[in-house]
């Protein structure tokens, strides 16, 4: 399973925009890259997934470039409510085989007013 | 909003007792898993089931047990709790689809042994 290296936290004012870079040097061609965020006291909730290039849902943007050996969680404009820890996974999405995620220590994400 | 559900959410209980957390979900998920994780720690994940009847262990050694006899319920068994064994235990579960694997977690059980 690919390792990921993110930054332990960070600090950012409310109303800004927020990017997470994760790095994961080897991850592998059937990889995928999957983002996650838990606050205290509660089970992880799925952000945003992806395989190449950028998606975007209602909540996160993820850049992936062509290399895929990073990606970047972008949270437009950033509340107190996004104050968090956010983990970045790269793992295979095979229903057929082995499904084992690795959570790695997260970013935690400190949101001042 | 996800149907996976923990009891109880926190558990407070001497050494030498035995303790089972239930996880249930209602979505028909085949896969379900245990996690572990310590206060501002990583999750490891102690077991994990494909199905009815499909056990195994995970990552973490760990000295708990479960069982699958039906889908919707995994529960985690620990014969003699320790001091050892204070740590939040967070239940998931997904299901089959060849392009995503989204996993969805149940609030956690928070347990103390004193």
């Known amino acids: 399973l690919a390792k990921t290296t993110q930054p332990i936290s960070m600090d950012s004012y409310e109303g800004q925009e927020v990017n997470i870079t994760c790095s994961h040097n080897?991850?592998?061609?059937?990889?995928?890259i999957t983002w996650y965020q838990q606050f205290p006291s509660q089970g992880p909730r799925f952000i945003i997934q992806?395989?190449?290039t950028k998606v975007t849902n209602e909540v996160a943007s993820l850049f992936i470039p062509a290399d895929r050996k990073s990606s970047t969680l972008s949270l437009p404009r950033v509340s107190l409510s996004d104050t968090a820890v956010y983990y970045c996974?790269?793992?295979?999405?095979?229903?057929?085989?082995?499904?084992?995620?690795?959570f790695g220590k997260g970013t935690k994400l400190s949101v001042i007013p | 909003e996800a149907d996976i559900y923990q009891t109880p959410r926190y558990l407070v209980i001497g050494t030498g007792k035995k303790i089972t957390l239930e996880c249930s979900q209602t979505?028909?998920?085949?896969?379900m898993y245990w996690y572990q994780q310590d206060p501002g720690m990583e999750l490891h994940l102690i077991h994990y089931?494909?199905?009815?009847?499909?056990?195994e262990k995970g990552d973490l050694s760990s000295e708990s047990t479960v069982s699958r006899i039906r889908t919707e319920h995994f529960p985690l068994t620990l014969e003699s709790a320790r001091p050892s064994h204070t740590s939040q235990y967070l239940c998931?579960?997904?299901?089959?689809?060849?392009?995503?694997?989204?996993?969805?977690f149940g609030e956690g059980s928070r347990l103390t042994v004193l």
């Open positions: 998931a579960s997904s299901e089959y689809n060849p392009n995503t694997g989204e996993l969805f």
């Open positions: 080897n991850i592998a061609t059937n990889d995928y």
């Open positions: 992806g395989y190449k």
């Open positions: 996974l790269v793992g295979p999405y095979s229903g057929a085989g082995s499904y084992q995620l690795t």
């Open positions: 979505m028909g998920h085949d896969k």
């Open positions: 089931s494909y199905g009815v009847n499909s056990t």
